[in-house]
């Protein structure tokens, strides 16, 4: 295991923690249901196309369904004439056969008459009462979508971790999936511990919560249910109670705040006191050092506490860093996608990793260029307002601009 002693005590390095998500947390049940029921939530398995796409050969516009055959001697002088003898509505089957030297009307998805392999769209027909007449010769082919052009009945539609988004849910709808496995949504509960934190602070040393509103936000800006979130006085007693219940009914927990040395920093006590294993605690970043990740085991099932330090800075980098790959972990999301930027600014080593809120903007080459913001320090929030990247810095040397640094999309 990589750890690193930077003045801070033995600290873990963030690949690390990251890893150790992946190594300790078993993805969610699955369960089975109709694709748009489970929407948001991963694929458990792999889907195949129940029919063929399309299912039958279509028209692809309004027009007359024909036989190539019979227009390959017409022209302006002498267009082809042919008797139109029935019309294709969509949705239902002609009732007979086309015949040689016969032509339908046939609307856009109407399923082309046996017989007829041709579509002429009604632009370039001219119609005389019970005729239609074309001055051209059509290929076989015109205008038609053959059965099975897009997929064949069985091919692979989506894949295993997937996320059953809108543009999926109706791939898998039109391929005629009426059911697939996903796992299931995790079940959060949200606790902002900390004395001095209140919706309305008073009495002159109290703050108003910001990590309720992150938090919360910060899920369901992501898909997921509003997570339930309640305020935990700092003591043994209040903070025991409330994290039970959560431990009792949710999949994962997260706290903010009671992380860290101090004498009313009782996440870590509580939990232990509740039967949570202590998978990590500190982490070699800034902000969010104390970030603790335990686990309870109970029944087959596993229950997550993701202790974020209370500075607003902490809980928001440790919810893009580490709360995303838990929930990627318990098959509840995807992994956060890290890219490559260049850096317009030279930044100060320190001997933790760095998480900096960042400008990101395009160049004309559409390289992404990385400048950072004042007001990074853990306690401050303010400039999220202009903040579109966290990046990583990796500890104990500066970097120059033009270095490349990592970032993922904020929020
Ligand atoms: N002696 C040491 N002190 C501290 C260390 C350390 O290593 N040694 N680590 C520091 C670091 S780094 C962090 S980060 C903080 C985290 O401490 P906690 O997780 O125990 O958080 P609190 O002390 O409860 O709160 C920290 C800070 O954030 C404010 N806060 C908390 N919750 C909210 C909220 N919901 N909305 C707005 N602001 C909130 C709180 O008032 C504090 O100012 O510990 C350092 N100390
Ligand atoms: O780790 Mo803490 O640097 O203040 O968030």
């Not at 496995?181 to 509960?189: E, G, K, L, Q, W």
């Not at 506490?305 to 995303?324: E, K, R, S, T, W």
Request: proline share 6%; net charge neutral.
């Amino acid at each position: 295991m990589s750890e690193s002693d930077c003045g801070h005590g033995v600290l873990l390095a963030l690949d690390e923690a990251i890893a150790q998500y992946h190594r300790q947390l078993r993805p969610l049940p699955v369960q089975r249901a109709a694709p748009d029921v489970l929407r948001g939530q991963m694929l458990a398995q792999e889907v195949f196309a129940q029919v063929d796409l399309p299912m039958f050969t279509q028209s692809a516009v309004d027009g007359y369904a024909l036989r190539s055959a019979d227009t390959q001697a017409a022209s302006a002088a002498q267009p082809a004439r042919l008797p139109v003898v029935a019309e294709v509505r969509a949705g239902v089957e002609a009732a007979a056969p086309l015949a040689p030297g016969e032509a339908m009307r046939i609307f856009t998805g109407g399923r082309v008459p046996e017989g007829a392999d041709t579509i002429a769209r009604q632009e370039i027909v001219h119609r005389d009462g019970q005729h239609m007449l074309l001055a051209a010769a059509l290929p076989a082919g015109t205008d038609i979508r053959p059965r099975g052009e897009e997929l064949r009945a069985g091919a692979r539609v989506a894949s295993a971790g997937q996320r059953l988004h809108s543009g999926l849910i109706a791939a898998l709808a039109m391929a005629g999936v009426g059911e697939v496995a996903a796992y299931r949504a995790p079940r959060v509960r949200v606790l902002i511990t900390g004395d001095e934190i209140s919706s309305a602070p008073a009495g002159g040393a109290q703050v108003f919560d910001a990590n309720g509103p992150l938090t919360r936000s910060w899920f369901a800006e992501r898909g997921y249910a509003l997570p339930e979130c309640r305020l935990v006085a700092d003591t043994r007693e209040e903070l025991h109670a409330a994290l039970r219940e959560a431990l009792d009914e949710a999949d994962l927990v997260i706290t903010t705040g009671g992380v860290s040395v101090g004498d009313y920093d009782l996440v870590r006590p509580v939990s232990v006191a509740l039967g949570v294993k202590e998978i990590f605690w500190q982490v070699a970043q800034k902000p969010g050092k104390p970030l603790y990740f335990g686990l309870r085991e109970e029944a087959g099932a596993q229950k997550v506490i993701m202790g974020l330090p209370g500075n607003p800075g902490a809980v928001l980098a440790c919810l893009q860093v580490h709360v995303a790959e838990v929930l990627a972990a318990l098959g509840a999301g995807e992994r956060p996608c890290w890219r490559a930027g260049v850096l317009t600014a030279q930044l100060r080593a320190d001997s933790r990793e760095q998480l900096l809120r960042m400008r990101l903007a395009l160049d004309e080459t559409g390289r992404a260029q990385l400048t950072p913001l004042p007001r990074q320090a853990s306690h401050m929030l303010s400039n999220m307002a202009q903040a579109s990247a966290l990046v990583r810095i990796a500890p104990g040397r500066a970097v120059q601009a033009g270095e490349t640094a990592q970032w993922v999309a904020l929020p």
